[in-house]
């Protein structure tokens, strides 16, 4: 059974980072493309960034550049997000998603729906 866990949300002041990991299980990890979308309230679901299969290339979306890195360690089993200087607008669940194939870039725009996901972490950043 596929699954993605994802975890280290929590309340944070503005300024502050954030690492968010998303722990597969049930599946080799090396074989998914694993992207990071988020949802704020009121809004709609937005692609944040992706890592591919085999050559970890990265992607991220346009506004997500610059303080969002993401990374994979298969070894682990585990994606992470890391977010730095996070701002009162990164206020949103986090969620991670995976797909069988070389790489997720063309799913940050929201056309394309992943397969599997998590259940969500929620980022807030307030002080």
């Known amino acids: 059974q596929v699954q993605l866990v994802e975890s280290g949300g929590g309340l944070v002041q503005p300024g502050g980072s954030l690492r968010l990991s998303c722990e597969a299980s049930g599946f080799t990890l090396d074989f998914y493309a694993i992207g990071w979308f988020r949802q704020a309230p009121g809004k709609e679901r937005e692609g944040v960034a992706c890592i591919s299969v085999g050559n970890d290339m990265t992607y991220y979306a346009d506004s997500m550049k610059g303080r969002f890195t993401i990374s994979r360690d298969n070894a682990k089993g585990t994606v992470y997000l890391q977010i730095n200087d996070l701002k009162p607008e990164d206020t949103a669940v986090y969620y991670c998603?995976?797909?069988?194939?070389?790489?997720?870039?063309?799913?940050?725009?929201?056309?394309?729906?992943?397969?599997?996901w998590g259940q969500g972490t929620q980022v807030t950043v307030s002080s």
């Open positions: 998603a995976g797909e069988r194939i070389a790489t997720m870039r063309y799913f940050l725009g929201g056309t394309l729906t992943p397969q599997y």
